[in-house]
T-cell receptor, first 115, second 114 residues
Framework: AQSVTQLDSQVPVFEEAPVELRCNYS??????LFWYVQYPNQGLQLLLK??????LVKGINGFEAEFNKSQTSFHLRKPSVHISDTAEYFC?????????????FGKGTLLTVNP | DSGVTQTPKHLITATGQRVTLRCSPR?????VYWYQQSLDQGLQFLIQ???????AKGNILERFSAQQFPDLHSELNLSSLELGDSALYFC?????????????FGEGSWLTVV
């Protein structure tokens, strides 16, 4: 079975600083990887996803993530954060196909951007 | 706005009661997923339906059941409610089966059991 570990439950940073949110996964088969963001009192919104091809994936709001198969990681990065990036970020993995598809989420990382 | 609509947004009920949460997927999406989000368990996959048929089951309790109707909306029924069932319940929808499919989440239904 697949699993996702988000190594930091909370990440505080100052505005305009770079940030990296770490995600490691475990799976015995090929995976697809996702990052979702949840703003306060809202549902989850897709930031980016990795299916195949280039290991560097660019998403919305200036975020990007790099798939590293050897380290089984999919860390999310942004070179300069804004106050509005304050939210909870979830890494997720899916395997399989057809009728047995589901997303498995990590516990989430709360990113707090301070002025 | 993801296009996934969930009702009610908030619900307070007593232990032992039964509630029904409703979800309308995005136009054209055949798949509906239910997730439970709580502080201690995080986001837990409950169940998936595709075009009316159950396709995948996760950590769904026997007291919980779901169905997807011919018009593709879905309902999650929670019965014999316990305090520990208090959580945010998300519905999500997607257009395809398959592991790379993006699923779109509604804003959730907050359930408080008192």
């Amino acid at each position: 079975a697949q699993s996702v570990t988000q190594l930091d439950s909370q990440v505080p940073v100052f505005e305009e600083a770079p940030v990296e949110l770490r995600c490691n996964y475990s799976s015995s088969v090929s995976v697809y990887l996702f990052w979702y963001v949840q703003y306060p009192n809202q549902g989850l919104q897709l930031l980016l996803k990795y299916l195949s091809g280039s290991t560097l994936v660019k998403g919305i709001n200036g975020f990007e993530a790099e798939f590293n198969k050897s380290q089984t990681s999919f860390h999310l990065r942004k070179p300069s954060v804004h106050i509005s990036d304050t939210a909870e970020y979830f890494c997720a993995v899916s395997v399989g196909g057809g009728s047995n598809y589901k997303l498995t989420f990590g516990k989430g990382t709360l990113l707090t951007v301070n002025p | 706005d993801s296009g996934v609509t969930q009702t009610p947004k908030h619900l307070i009920t007593a232990t032992g009661q039964r509630v029904t949460l409703r979800c309308s997927p995005r136009s054209g999406d055949l798949s509906v997923y239910w997730y439970q989000q709580s502080l201690d368990q995080g986001l837990q996959f409950l169940i998936q339906y595709y075009n009316g048929e159950e396709r995948a089951k996760g950590n769904i309790l026997e007291r919980f059941s779901a169905q997807q109707f011919p018009d593709l909306h879905s309902e999650l029924n929670l019965s014999s409610l316990e305090l520990g069932d208090s959580a945010l319940y998300f519905c999500a929808s997607g257009s395809l089966l398959g592991a790379g499919n993006t699923i779109y989440f509604g804003e959730g239904s907050w359930l408080t059991v008192v």
